[in-house]
C-alpha cells in the first residue's frame, strides 16, 4: 500500500497536567495511491489529529507512518511531500491569487518560466483563469476555497491533505465544490486524504471511509458498506438516519434469523456473531420501512410475517417526500420516510413491512 498507519497510538497531557488523555488509540490502516479516502466522525473522535499526524504537524506517540516505502513520523511537515487545504482557506491576505499560487513553488526555487507555466495550467483546472490579480477580499468564498486548492496541488505533492475544507460554504456551493474536488482528484489520480464531520459529503466524496470513534477505527468500508452494513449501532446511527427496535432471537436459517420483537415474530437478516435465545437489536432506515394500508404486496407469506402495526403520532411533509413517526408498541417507535402521493394523517392507523432484507441484526459497539 501507498500509504501505512501501523498501530498508530497519539496522547496529550490532560487538563491541568494531570494523566494523558488518548486522542488516537492503537490506529491501523492502509490507504492506495491515487486513492480518495476519508475519516469521518463526531467532534473528539481522533479524526483531525490523525490528520495532523499524517501531515506532521503532530507526531505519534508510538506506531508508524510510512509513506511510499519511507518511515515518517520523524519527518517534518515540509519535508513529507504532502499539501493541504484548510477549513479557513489559509491564503495570503496580501498576495495576488497568483502569488498565493505560485508561493510555493517560489519556496522551492522554480524559476519564473516555470511558474508562470504550472500557475496557469492549475488555475485552468481549478477555474479560476482571468483572477490572476484579485486580492482574497475580492473573492468570495468559494474562489477563495479554489485558490487554497490551487495552491496545494501546483506542487505536485504525493498526498493531498483536506481538513474540513468545505464547512465555511453555503449548502449549495458546497455540494458545487464537492463535485470539484472529486473530478479533480480523478483527473490527477492524486492520493488524497478528506477529514470530515459531513456525512453525505463522505458518502459523496470517497473511495473508503474510517469511521472513527472515541480515538477508536469503528469500521471501515466503501460508501456503501458503510451505509448498507454497518457493523454498530454507532455506525448505523451516525450515517444517515435509522430505527432501532430491541429483539429476542429464537431461530438462526441461513444468513436469517427469526426474532420476536413484543408478540410479533419477524425474520430478518443476520449478523455472525447472533446466536438463539439472546437478545439483540435490529436495525432498518426509514425510507425502508414500507407502509402497506391497502397493498396487496402486504397479502403475501413474507410480508404478513413481517408487518407491524401501529398509530402515526407526527406526520410532517418534507417537499420531496413525507416523515413519520409511528408508535408500535408501548415506549417503541418507528421513523418511516415515504415518496407516495399518498398522505397518512396524525393518529391514523398504518401497517408497516419490514423487508428482511433490509431490517438486519446488528451489534451495539
Do not use: W
Not at 12 to 27: C, I, K, M, N, S
Not at 259 to 279: F, I, N, R, Y
Request: neutral net charge; contains cysteine.
Amino acid at each position: 500500500m501507498y500509504l501505512t498507519l501501523d498501530h498508530i497510538t497519539k496522547k496529550f497531557p490532560g487538563r491541568g497536567q494531570e494523566g494523558l488523555v488518548t486522542a488516537v488509540d492503537d490506529l491501523s490502516l492502509e490507504i492506495g495511491k491515487g486513492e480518495f479516502f476519508t475519516f469521518l466522525g463526531p467532534s473528539g473522535c481522533g479524526k483531525t489529529t490523525t490528520l495532523r499526524l499524517i501531515a506532521g504537524f503532530e507526531f505519534p506517540t508510538s506506531g508508524k507512518i510510512i509513506l511510499d516505502g519511507r518511515q515518517l513520523e520523524d519527518v517534518p511537515p515540509n519535508k513529507r511531500d504532502m499539501a493541504m487545504v484548510f477549513q479557513s482557506y489559509a491564503i495570503f491576505p496580501h498576495l495576488s491569487v497568483f502569488e498565493n499560487i505560485a508561493y510555493g513553488l517560489r519556496i522551492k526555487k522554480f524559476s519564473n518560466d516555470d511558474i508562470r507555466r504550472k500557475v496557469g495550467q492549475i488555475m485552468t483546472l481549478t477555474k479560476l483563469t482571468g483572477l490572476e490579480n484579485r486580492m482574497p477580499n475580492q473573492m468570495s468564498g468559494g474562489q477563495q476555497q479554489r485558490v487554497s486548492l490551487a495552491r496545494a496541488l501546483v506542487v505536485e505533492p504525493k498526498v493531498l491533505l483536506f481538513d474540513e475544507p468545505l464547512s465555511n460554504l453555503d449548502a449549495k456551493l458546497r455540494e458545487e465544490m464537492r463535485f470539484e474536488i472529486r473530478d479533480l482528484q480523478r483527473r490527477l489520480n492524486i492520493t488524497s486524504i478528506y477529514v470530515t464531520h459531513d456525512q453525505e459529503e463522505a458518502l459523496a466524496l470517497s473511495d473508503r471511509i474510517a469511521i472513527m470513534n472515541r480515538g477508536k477505527l469503528a469500521q471501515l468500508g466503501t460508501p456503501e458498506e458503510i451505509y448498507e452494513l454497518p457493523r454498530s449501532k454507532f455506525v448505523a446511527d451516525f450515517i444517515g438516519l435509522a430505527n432501532f427496535l430491541p429483539a429476542h432471537v429464537r431461530a438462526l436459517e441461513d444468513n436469517r434469523a427469526r426474532v420476536t420483537v413484543g408478540d410479533k415474530e419477524l425474520v430478518v437478516t443476520s449478523m455472525p456473531t447472533a446466536a438463539p435465545g439472546q437478545a439483540a437489536l435490529i436495525f432498518v432506515r426509514p425510507s425502508d420501512v414500507q407502509i402497506v394500508n391497502g397493498d396487496a404486496s402486504a397479502t403475501n407469506a413474507a410480508a404478513v410475517q413481517n408487518v407491524l402495526r401501529g398509530q402515526i403520532i407526527k406526520a410532517t411533509y418534507l417537499g420531496e417526500k413525507f416523515d413519520y413517526r409511528v408508535r408500535i408498541g408501548e415506549g417503541a417507535e418507528l421513523r418511516v420516510q415515504t415518496r407516495g402521493a399518498r398522505r397518512y394523517q396524525d393518529g391514523e392507523a398504518v401497517q408497516l413491512f419490514l423487508p428482511p432484507e433490509h431490517a438486519r441484526l446488528i451489534g451495539e459497539e
